[in-house]
């Protein structure tokens, strides 16, 4: 089977490159992590103009609790001050948010903030997809083992209990900041995705390298194992 021309429905991002851009410029890592969700909000925003049905981020990996205790705070509250903000905006763009990961492992509040999320946006015709307390290892093994509790372990068994069943299947995986790997991201998801790795660092990436982005996916022929 070949596809040419085609567009891509469901696109993943790591959103790599924060810490980078805020060492660049002499400021804070903080002020990357606050200007990256700059680049999400404006890039949400952006998806109506477009053919993408879903789009995933990576916006926190069950590795990140490694990181420095004051880095992964302000992570947290980044997330608190997003929803807080964004939820209407979610709300009247149609966008629905979609969550995967162990995000129930997270803060009570941000647990509570992120159900009532769900709730209001379970309407939208657009998907926001967000990678939270996330690894892909994790993943695989839990629905391996949900789906050896039902009997049988076969592909689309393990499919039905990947935090992204009832997603389109994964098109496109963007890794921004010029670092080329995929970091347990995606890993079941991605066996036939197209990949696109570009220098820019997230804060910098916006809705125009997005759309080169997906005009790079369109020119490509995909063949899924086939000639």
Known sequence: ??????????????????????????????MGHRKGVEAVRELVRSLKHTSVECLTLYAFSSENWKRPEEEVD???????????????????????????????GL???????????????SGGSRT?????????????????????AEGEVSEEAIERHLFSAGLPPLDLLIRTSGEV???????????????LFTDVLWPDFTPDHFKHALADFAERERRFGGR
Request: charged fraction near 25%.
């Open 1 to 30: 089977m070949t596809t040419e021309g085609q567009q891509a429905r469901h696109v993943a991002i790591i959103m790599d490159g924060n810490g980078r851009w805020a060492k660049r410029r002499h400021l804070p890592r903080a």
């Open 74 to 104: 302000d992570l947290m509250n980044l997330m608190r001050k997003f929803i807080k903000s964004d939820l209407p905006e979610f709300i009247a763009n149609d966008v629905k948010l979609h969550i995967l990961g162990d995000w129930q």
């Open 107 to 121: 803060a009570p509040d941000i647990v509570a903030m992120l159900e009532d999320a769900l709730e209001k946006t």
């Open 128 to 148: 926001l997809a967000v990678a939270l307390n996330y690894g892909a290892h994790a993943e695989i093994t839990r629905a391996a083992k949900l789906a050896a």
């Open 181 to 195: 790997r995929l970091s347990n991201f995606l890993l079941w998801q991605a066996a036939y995705a197209e990949m």
